[in-house]
Structure formats: C-alpha cells, structure tokens
C-alpha cells in the first residue's frame, strides 16, 4: 500500500495540478480533501487545457477513481457543469467519480453571506472568492450545514432549508440589506442537484480503507496552500479548511498511519493572491517580469498574483507542520535570464532576526526580508526533462533550496506541458510502506 498526500508548500497557485496529474499516471485513488470551487488547478495536455475547480485532476487517466471527501464544501451547481465540461471534451466519468455522502453544500446564502461580508470589510477585506466557501464551514461548524446526503432525503432537505432561512434571511436583511431566499425555490433547485448527483453519493471512507486493504496506491489532493490554512497560515488571511497536510486525513475519514508520505509543492519563487503579509513582495520591475514571464493570474478568478523572491523561512514552516518528506519545485524556467536571484533567509523587525516563522501578523507586515543573493542562469531551462541538462547555477540554486528547508527535491517542473517536469524520484512510487 502507497498513500502519498500533496500540498501546497506557500500560498496556493504552487502548480499542484500538473504535479497531481502527472502523479495520478501512478495511483488507483485520487481523493481531493478540503476547500471549495475556489481553488483552481489547471492541467495541459494534447487534448488541450483543463481547469479543475473541484474534480482531482486525475480524472483525465482512464482507470483512476477521483474522490472528493467529506472536507470539500461542494458547490452542486458547478460541481454538475464540470462534470458536463469533461463530457463534452471526451472525457468519460461514469463510474469512476464518487463524492462522500458527509461532505458538506454550498447553499446559495452562503454566496450571498460570502460576497456582503467582504463588501462591508472595505479595507479589511481579506480577499474571498465571494463563492460561499467561508460561510459554508461557518455552518458546518455551527451543526446547522446541509450534506451531500441530505440532498437525497427531499423531508430532511425542506426542513433543514426552512429552519436555517429563519435566521439568514433576518441575518441578510438587518446587517447587509441584502435580500433573503425563499424555501421553496432553494429546495426545488437542489433537490434537483441530488437527483442528479445521486449516482455518485457514497459511503467514500469506508471505500479507501477497502482500497488500502487491496494495497491500492492512494493519491491525496489538497487545495489552496499551507500559509492559507485556518491554523497555521498567516491568519486572519487565510483559507477557511485545513490545507494541511493533516487535513487529508479529517477531510477523507482515513487514519494518519495510512499516510506513506508527504509531497509539497513549492514554486521557484513565491506568489500570492489576494489580501495579507508577503515579505518578498516585489513592487518593481522584477516583480512585474515574474508575473508576466509565470503567466501569474488566478486559474478561478483570474486576479494577477502577488509575485516575489523564494521564501525559505515560509518553505521550512511548510516542511515542518506538514511533515514534507521531498518537495516538486514548479516553475523554474521563469527564473532563466535573471542575473541575480534572491533567497529569502529570514525576517527582520525592529532589532531582531526571525529565522522561523512568527505568528504575530505585526511582525510579518512591517518585516524587511534577509536575502542571500545568488549567480542567475541565461540558458533556457524550459522544457528540460534531465536534472543533467540544466545550467550550473541552477542546480546550485536548487542545492541551496534544499539545504535551507532540510526536504529533498523529488521532482521539478521547466514548463505547463506534463512531459516538461524533471522526475528526480517518483514520490508516488517510493512512498510504499515496508513492514
């Protein structure tokens, strides 16, 4: 048995669909784990782009089962326009597509909830999607959330919807003057979504552990990244699930000692989408290069990302609290030309040096950056399949990566296409447990 869990190492948008899909070549399972609609990973193969939002991108392999576990908030609605945006590519599901009957809906209050909340932050905003996700987990916190098997129990759907509208309908009227819902029209549309989901409803932790007693290779898909996670990012921005690595676990029902191994996915430099600390921010010219040479615009929503020098103080936190056994390194070829590269190796404020990751929001915002300054490379890395083939001082670049964060590197990416990643090792392949 082989069960390896990926993540994002810094604030999502790391490549983690090109890495899943290339991984899933390997696996039986494909489980996503946590988050909503709001990630995006985007894969590009012959048959063209693909951009999941919440099917694991595994599903483009024939043969592999892709789960989403009960961490997921599903939105039914875009959920059902993926599965027809597939269909209409070629790319048939069936049977191979299951969703866990404890996974938790996205309501449309939520979206309403959602998008009026960060309207009426103003300068607090924190940089939401506005697609419900956030107030979703809100009630499945509160007890009072709706889950995928609810929406096949028509007297337990009605009645969940009338008891919650009570309370929302008043919540959006008085705080946000925003118009309520009413019962009957949210319980004919997703009585709808059941029906037509219904197929696909099941028992999935009782599934994996089956497929770990058949000794199936199981591949875990997080969303978003470890700095957005609800514990240990850099709160209040931050996602509203476990991004973690530990997420895998309370997000499929399965226990951590099914875990083999730990990928995460980092890029060559750092990005970030939306509102929050960003210590290498770069505000200049060198800034604007990486955005434009990275094609750094959200894969959901299209927003340009934040872009700055590698981060090894947030690279090291990532090692640490998901238990990181290699890292794939993504997009290296947007470095090639720079003369100089820059690593960040710790943080200083006021009169002190951080070389770890503090908590204190105070002291991430107003921080200066350490940097080692490091050669650049003007070979062209992109589409390099051989860790031979690249230049000198890229391979140092890497070798001082993986000295600063203490975590080997698996695998490296040159380019968007699946056959321009460098596999040093397949950490799919060795994550399988000796007795």
Same mark, same amino acid.
Request: aromatic share 8%.
């Given at each position: ?6 993540v994002g190492s810094q604030w999502g948008d790391e490549g983690k669909g090109k890495i899943v899909d290339l991984l899933a070549k390997d696996a039986n399972v494909i489980v996503r784990y946590q988050g909503g ?5 985007? %894969?590009? $193969? ?38 027809? @945006? ?18 938790? %809906?996205?309501?449309? =209050? ?38 995928? @098997? ?25 705080? =946000? ?56 990012? $850099? =709160? ?13 676990c309370t997000g499929s029902g399965v226990g951590p000692t099914n875990i083999s191994a730990v990928l995460g996915v980092t890029k060559a430099y750092t990005t970030r989408v939306g509102g929050g600390p960003f ?37 090291? =936190? ?26 960040? $190796? ?6 002190? %040096? ?46 001082? %990566? ?34």
């Amino acid at each position: 048995m082989a069960a390896l869990v990926v993540v994002g190492s810094q604030w999502g948008d790391e490549g983690k669909g090109k890495i899943v899909d290339l991984l899933a070549k390997d696996a039986n399972v494909i489980v996503r784990y946590q988050g909503g609609s709001n990630a995006g990973h985007t %894969v590009i $193969t012959d048959k063209g782009t693909f951009i999941f939002h919440l099917i694991p991108s595994g599903v483009l392999y024939r043969g592999k089962l892709c789960v989403l576990g009960n961490g997921v908030a599903i939105d039914p609605g875009g959920l059902i326009g993926e599965l027809d @945006g597939l269909k209409k590519n070629g790319i048939a599901v069936g049977k191979r597509f299951l969703i866990c009957q404890r996974a938790h %809906v996205i309501m449309p =209050y939520h979206k309403a909830i959602d998008k009026a909340a960060e309207q009426a932050k103003g300068a607090r905003r924190i940089g939401t999607t506005g697609r419900g996700i956030g107030p979703a987990y809100v009630d499945k916190m509160a007890r009072v959330g709706i889950r995928m @098997g609810d929406l096949l129990n028509p007297d337990v759907l009605k009645k969940k919807i009338q008891e919650n509208l009570v309370e929302i309908n008043v919540f959006l009227r008085r705080i =946000y003057n925003v118009k309520g819902f009413t019962v009957q029209a949210i319980f004919k549309e997703y009585q709808a979504y059941g029906e037509r989901l219904r197929p696909y409803i099941a028992d999935v932790p009782l599934l994996l552990d089956r497929a770990f007693a058949d000794g199936k290779k199981v591949l875990f898909e997080g969303a978003q990244g470890t700095h957005l996670d609800v514990d240990f990012g $850099t =709160y209040p921005y931050v996602t509203s699930s476990s991004s973690c690595s530990g997420g895998a676990c309370t997000g499929s029902g399965v226990g951590p000692t099914n875990i083999s191994a730990v990928l995460g996915v980092t890029k060559a430099y750092t990005t970030r989408v939306g509102g929050g600390p960003f210590p290498t921010e770069l505000d200049d010219a060198m800034g604007q290069q990486l955005m434009t040479r990275g094609h750094e615009y959200g894969a959901t929503t299209g927003r340009v990302r934040r872009c700055g020098w590698l981060d090894a103080v947030l690279l090291r =936190y990532a090692v640490r609290v998901n238990g990181l056994t290699s890292l794939a390194m993504t997009k290296l070829d947007v470095l090639d030309g720079c003369k100089e590269l820059k690593i960040c $190796t710790g943080y200083r404020y006021q009169s002190k %040096v951080y070389r770890e990751m503090p908590a204190d929001l105070e002291v991430l915002e107003n921080c200066r950056p350490v940097y080692e300054r490091w050669e650049g490379w003007t070979s062209d890395t992109s589409g390099v399949t051989s860790y031979n083939a690249l230049p000198r001082n890229a391979k140092k670049y890497l070798a001082r %990566v993986k000295e600063l964060v203490s975590c080997p590197i698996d695998m490296i990416s040159t380019g968007s296409k699946r056959e321009a990643t460098i596999v040093i090792r397949n950490p799919l392949v060795r994550s399988k447990k000796t007795s």
